[in-house]
């Protein structure tokens, strides 16, 4: 076991190369090129489900619609680049029910509510 440190000041105790490990030290460094060629893997029993959300704006039904989009799309992403789909447990969309940021905030503070996240769902 290691600790990782992140750039919050948060340590974590990872396996050393483990997926934390590698992750952290990319974020880490200002050297560090995100790109295709940068993949981390999970251990092989590990399920994951992605989700897509969006900001408050908008009505419910163009912000489920949207925030499925982008779901299935990384879905779509994960497919074309060969991964183990046996991984991933679903893509769904959770349009703004989980967002923190109020609609009348600056376009800027309310691209925190539009992402995507996994939820790690076994291990």
């Known amino acids: ?3 990782v440190k992140l750039q919050d ?3 974590l105790n990872a396996y050393k ?3 934390e490990d590698q992750l952290v030290k990319i974020l880490n460094d200002p050297a560090g090129i995100p790109g295709k060629d940068v993949w981390f893997d999970f251990d092989p029993k590990v399920k994951i489900k992605i989700g897509g959300y969006t900001d408050k704006t908008g009505d419910s039904l163009s912000n489920l619609k949207l925030s ?3 779901a299935t799309a ?3 992403s994960l497919k074309t680049a060969k991964a183990n789909v046996s991984q991933i447990v679903g893509a769904e969309g959770y349009e703004s ?3 923190k940021v109020s609609k ?3 376009d800027e503070k309310r691209k925190k509510d539009r992402r995507i996240a996994i939820s790690v769902r076994s291990k």
Do not use: F, N, P, W
Request: aromatic share 4%; proline share 0%.
């Open 17 to 19: 190369t483990g997926i």
């Open 9 to 11: 000041g948060i340590e």
């Open 68 to 70: 499925q989009d982008r």
């Open 104 to 106: 009348e905030a600056s």
């Open 1 to 3: 076991m290691t600790k």
């Open 74 to 76: 990384v879905l779509t």
């Open 97 to 99: 029910q989980y967002a």
